[in-house]
Nanobody, 118 residues
């Protein structure tokens, strides 16, 4: 099990970039059977998988978000980050970071509310 914590601004203005960081303790980001994911949840859409970064730095994104989404990592700090550009109020959600272990999620952060509003 890894301990994971999301951090970042809770309010973002439309057209700006949403930036969040997940800090990981108790897990290695360079072990091949782990992937590191961002998921969000909103009342209208439910849970929505956004993308992952793998042990080697390769990334995969939800096709509906790919053009606006970037996931990166800093292995020296055991952190990975989410950037979502050109946000609108439809991007308002609770954002979670999570770890995938050869399929199922085995660790989650507690989530952080991000509201997109002027």
């Amino acid at each position: 099990q890894a301990q994971m914590q999301e951090s970042g601004p809770g309010l973002v203005k439309p057209s700006q970039t949403l930036s969040l960081t997940c800090t990981v303790s108790g897990g290695s980001m360079t072990v091949s059977y782990f992937s590191w994911a961002w998921i969000r949840q909103s009342p209208g859409k439910g849970l929505e998988w956004m993308g992952v970064i793998n042990y080697d730095g390769s990334t995969y994104y939800n096709p509906s978000l790919r053009s606006r989404t970037s996931i990166s990592r800093d292995t020296s700090k055991n952190q990975f980050s989410l950037q979502l550009t050109s946000v609108t109020p439809d991007d308002t959600a609770v954002y979670y970071c999570a770890r995938e272990k050869m399929g199922p999620f085995d660790s989650w952060g507690q989530g952080t509310q991000v509201t997109v509003s002027s």
